[in-house]
């Protein structure tokens, strides 16, 4: 069940300097981000990955504590295509 | 019956449950009817830095300070802060890595036992990454035999304050999977 | 109550106020010190004593003066940095000869100055108790409140974040110093029963009369107090450990939990047959100074080994005044927070030093001094 | 002090509560005058053998001698403390400090503000004169604007000097402060206002409702460098203006 | 940092006026969100080449090398005295303090209302996590009623342990307070309402309007003994209902 | 401004501030303090400086703390009492390297420990200075402020009551001690001109490398302390005032406004034939210890008059390291009030103590020593 | 100018331990206090002395720093007879 | 001219005017070219306490400390502590004392000259009792010579803080008084 997505913006996330605090999922308002199940950094942390949809709103920088995202915006949004039925805090 | 005192020096970064896994090897031995000391370094410590502790384990009352110059074993969570321990590991000692997170050559000579333990890896996998330090415990008591593991689970029971009571299952299963990691390779 | 238990430092120094008595505690967290109070946060409730996180350490030593003041045993404590806050309040609750036991965990470096001198104004002094482990920490945190009743003068407990954080197997059952307690007959309790009462530093009460060390008159009040600190330095006898020092050529004068270090380093000198000996002192104050003039009496060299730039090596200086050189082989060791423990906390580090003063004292050679 | 046939005694020369009541405050101070309201509310309310004093240093130290009743003396600024490490241990007997504005609003005003928050049952009485008057009439944290003082000569200003503060307003705002009120000795009627603030707050106590506090007006014409006939109305035209009488706080039982 | 061919950067990894980011503070800790909106506002009002910060004592202590602002590390408590001593002689200068509750509303709580009443013009920024974090997670002055700390095993017990301050709105009482606010990090939109309160303080001081506080809620999940992930909600539901956000006074020009 | 006016030695002692060019001032009223204090409110304004009447002690210490870090000249001072409330702050400002003048306006008795030892925690010392009277109070005050900058380390002037409340004709113009006002390039004014500046006392700063004096890490910055002490006690020579001691028999040491007294009643004394000397101690840290071993080199008997219990008594004590009999002639001496001067302050009363050591030596007879 | 005037109190004055701070005088509701002008006590203050039409209100004790006061009332008022026609006050 | 040091000791109560008569004396004397010292007990001691101050003046720089042993010459505003001055006149001295309130026996030797100054009566007279001390400073200058009557007019103008302004005519008017009075006797 794949669907299209309109990415306006995109982060830099500087997975090593995360500390797994979880903060940064629950405030990216379209939910594009998704903590690493298994997978840790160097530090032993696990840390959020971009999906597709970012808008750039810099919400989770905002709220990082640990000053891991640098916020990208595209001039012109870009369309991508994905096949999840559900978002990084697992909405449908 | 240990000869003379056994040593064990820890060390990690902050918030990996390194005076946890001490309290919980202390506890546990003098349970067991040893003498002990342990000293650890924690809190009003910049979060995140430093964290270290020794254990000495003896049949007999204990003379010496609380610190020691030497140690026959070690558990390292991490390598930040391991190379002024290091240094301390006798010749003829034990030495536990984190293998998950600990990157560096640690650099001890052939005669030293290197342990390696994936004990965040481990603990990820049972869900729960604060966890990793009993994993190592596990493996040091099934591994050295200074202490028993269900001294160990005992013990735990009773560091683990009321108010995080409802982590002990997730500190048990971690110990149980530590010793079972060793015992299978054992 | 008799039976050990594995207890960290401070909550044995905590258990150890509860078997002495101690009902009312005040304090603020500060690092080693911290844990003193959380022990005591947890545990005076249940012995239906009250322990108030107070908001500051001047607020702490004020509310530990008002529970005194009621004649209820009491104390507080911090570090030595706390401790320089209530500066004002510790000179001035020995001028109102209120029996409070007060605990300096001290941080890397040291306090002796502070607490032997009195840091703070004018002429007072405290009896200072240095425990060089936690066992011993037991004892004289009981004996604290012995003395601290037995004289109407604050006691002070000097530990660190050793003492503060390593755990060992102790018992902490009541011990009985003989005496009884003294009637707190100065007390307060609102009943005027049968006349009011005033306690205060500045030397008078309501009736015009003196009262024992409470004398009329600020003057006189001053003078009164030296005269006491006077008899606190004869009447007490100064608590001290002297080992192998008959026939040494090095004698090692250290205190607290570093001279633990340098005990078991003297006596592993020793065996490898080193003319060395050493001499803890166990109350700072008063000093032992007879004891270290005795002890050093045929040294030939006196070494103090302090966590400091140098400060109790003044006292020692002044016991042996001349007799045989003194030298300073301690220094500075911290960890990188400024609390913890740092190198020199090492028994390789501490005979290395030792060492050197038997070298030193071998290669100027010939006779005995 | 027996009465004459014919007559009634209305009110001796020594209050009970005063062992002697010679003195060496200055002509027109408005302290002995709060303090004497103090000692008579305690026998209003039968706690002559159920009360601790503790006071606090200023010219008022000098009670310390003259009451008839239990006193501690404190540090300047650390009377609130004290008196909590009193009430703590001798929780049935009432327990109040008795301070100056410099004690409490400047040396100590944390003190005062910690102990009301943690709404220990204590009565604290602040002797409000706008100085330091022991000193000899230094600016303190409750000085108004526009008055002169030794280290303020020519007025407190508010640019330089800052704003007065209103202590019994903060202490009002506090969640453990059960009685809150100003009063003032300038005249009879205040005294007698006033007289029953501190009963009030003194019942507070009493019942367990919290901290209290009487803010007290006096009159200090020495600090003022006023003529002590002026004292009063002095105080009223400058002090009484900022310092508004009146009770800022009753809360009620089991707050 | 360079943009993309299509991209332009809306906000980069270091913030300009961070030497680093690295810092040994918990996961999930609020402060350092804090105090990167407190840069990104001197950077907005152009004071980056005109500021000092002064620093309390706590875990947020750890910025005094992160920040490339020039910085006074104050003693546990007194930043806003060393703060006056600052601003008096760098009349225009954006002076800053930054500290915890236990700094602010324990240690020093004197010292904030003193420098307010006094209308100094400082700007205090207060990062309140009801806990003083740095020694483990004890009781402070601003810990609410329930509230599970080292030090108030069973949760704060108003009886046994008192009431919290809310700091902000004693500070407001003042009058030589200019402008003060409580604000929060615990989501994005709680960040840029306090940003905009932040930004409103070092107004107050460029116009000279007086004292300015903003009371930042900080999440401090280690001394709240939470997951970090359960930090914002936790806040919202204890500290939050006490420390109510908003505005609490907007003094005009020439109060 | 070279003329010589009437004034009381606390507005001496504020125009000498003034002259040494101190801009800011903070204080809170404490007898006999409180006049400088008033001085310095009403004087610092006219010359574009600010005195801002702190609410506290330690809100003064702290305000000057804030203005030092700005590179201004800037003191505050109490009694001694006020001083033990500084304790914390004194320490630390000595850690964070600010130049601070502190003014002692001791109350009755001697605050001589807390001035030369740190009343504070851990290792660190003032440069105390102890004028006898207001013209030497004005000199010491202006190298007061040259030695703080020279240094970067605090210094106090210690007076008293007599001092403070004594009224003599005084010149007030600036002095100059040479080699100029050192640059203060680690001061802070927002402008992160060439880089961003950090003042602080834990010892490290935002760009990772060692300032003089500013080690990074704990360990080293408190021994990098330890090692600016001793640099300061070698290269700071001792004030001292040496008189009659090279054939004297006793030698008596005073400092302060009692040494006065001392150097008075002593030419007195050698007019009346008696082999009597004195020393008197300018700088009470460093002290003169090479000066009171060489004065007392052939001394009988030495006689420390201090208005205490005896402090500075140690000092002499390790000076003379047991040469000589070292007698304590002083004693508490206050008013009623306990700020004021008692008896001892009186030229009979002190020579009288000093003909008895007189006599007790020639009681003693023979040969000199 | 004779009038009579009812007195139902009185005060006994502790002279010697006033200080002559004039607090008494305008709080006296009928004004029957009034000042010495010449006549000073042993420690050289001007004192206060009662006129008659005392009510015994007590407010005299009441602001009076000193303890000067005693007051008592008559059971059943007396009248006296006075010749000034201004109280102590001067009021007419 | 005056041979070597004349002292002037001074003792009353809190609030009698001592340290400004004393400032006056001492600042007259300086402004007449004398050397001079001058030292008050004052303020921050109890209200209405002990308050007391010596004046030294000389023609010569004073070596000596500030605080005498014995003094020429005495002024006593009240006798409630006059016992310790008392001991220190020295036997050729004079002393005036405020025979208004002074009510007990000044038990000095015949060898000293006793003044009486009812000072604190003129002051009542003048309408201020606030001002006997400057009677009595008029009085000690004319009889004394130590300081002229103009000298010290001028010196309380300085002394006289701006507030207290409104006070200057009538300590004028009783400094004058005062020297009435002695010339009148003398
Ligand atoms: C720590 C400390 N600082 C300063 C003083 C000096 N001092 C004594 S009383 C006083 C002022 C008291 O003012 P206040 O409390 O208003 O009382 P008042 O004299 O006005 O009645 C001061 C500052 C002191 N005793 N202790
Ligand atoms: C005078 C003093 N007392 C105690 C301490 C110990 N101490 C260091 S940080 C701290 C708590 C800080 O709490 P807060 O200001 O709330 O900051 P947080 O750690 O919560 O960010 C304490 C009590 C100290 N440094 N100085
Ligand atoms: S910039 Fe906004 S949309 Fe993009 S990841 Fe961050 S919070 Fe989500
Ligand atoms: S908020 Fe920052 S530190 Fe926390 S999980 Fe997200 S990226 Fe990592
Ligand atoms: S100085 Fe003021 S407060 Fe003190 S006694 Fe005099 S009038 Fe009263
Ligand atoms: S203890 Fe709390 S305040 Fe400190 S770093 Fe950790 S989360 Fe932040
Ligand atoms: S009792 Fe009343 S009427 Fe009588 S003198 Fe006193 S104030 Fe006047
Ligand atoms: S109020 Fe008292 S002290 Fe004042 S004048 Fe009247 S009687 Fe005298
Ligand atoms: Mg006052
Ligand atoms: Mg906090």
Known sequence: MSRTVLTRGTVVIDVDACKGCDLCIPACPPAVLVMTTTDVNRNGFRYPQLLPGCTGCRACLDVCPDFCFEVHKYDEPIEEVVDAPVDGRGRA | ?186 | MSERRLMEGSEALAEACIAAGCRFFAGYPMTPFTELLEHMARRLPEEGGVCVNAESEIEAIGMAWGALATGVRAATGSTGQGLSLMQESLAEITLARLPLVVFNMARGGSDYFQATRGGGHGDYRHIVLAPMDINEGVELTQLAFHLADKWRNPVLVYGDYLLSHTYEAVDVSPLDFGDGRPAKDWAVDGRRDPRAKLVTMLGFNKHGEESPGMAQGMERHFQAAVEHTAAMERGEPALVDVGFCDDADVVVVAFGTLAKFVRYVVRQLRADGHRVGYVRPITLWPFPSEAVAAATKGARAVAVLENSGGQMIDDVRLAVLGRAPVEFIGGISTDSSGFGVGDLLDTEVVRARIEAVLASVVASEGAPA | MTDHPGTHLVAPLKPELFLTTEHHLCPGCGEPVATRIVTEVLCELAQQRSAVCVLGIGCYTAFARMLDIDTVQALHGRAPSVATGVKRMLPDVSVFTLQGDGDMVNEGLQEVLHTAARGENVTAILLNNGVFGETGGHMTATSVIGQRTKTSLDGRDAEYHGHPIRIADLVARLDGAGYVARGSVHSAGAVAKTKKMIRAAFECQVERRGFSLVEVLTMCPTGWFVPTADGPDYMEQTLGQIHVMGELKVARAGR
């Open chain 2, 1 to 186: 019956m240990i000869s003379g005192e056994r040593e064990l020096m820890l060390t990690g970064i902050g918030g990996q449950g390194v005076q946890l896994a001490a309290e919980v090897i202390a506890r546990a031995a003098t349970a067991e009817g040893k003498h002990v000391t342990y000293f650890g370094v924690y809190s009003g410590v910049m979060r995140g830095g430093n964290t270290d502790a020794t254990v000495v384990v003896s049949d007999d009352p204990i003379e010496a300070p609380a610190l020691v110059s030497h140690t026959w074993s070690a558990i390292a969570m991490h390598h930040e802060f391991w190379e002024p321990l290091r240094a301390k590991v006798r010749s003829d000692g034990v030495v536990f890595l984190n293998s998950t997170v600990f990157e560096v050559d640690p650099a001890l000579p052939d005669t030293v036992r290197v342990v390696e333990v994936p004990a965040t890896e481990r603990a990820a996998q049972l869900d729960n990454l604060m966890v990793a330090s009993m994993v190592m415990v596990g493996a040091y008591a099934t591994t050295t035999g200074l202490v028993g593991v269900e001294a160990c689970i005992q013990a735990m029971r009773e560091c683990i304050p009321p108010y995080r009571a409802q982590h002990l299952p997730a500190n048990e299963e971690a110990i149980l999977a530590g010793a079972e990691m060793r015992a299978a390779l054992t």
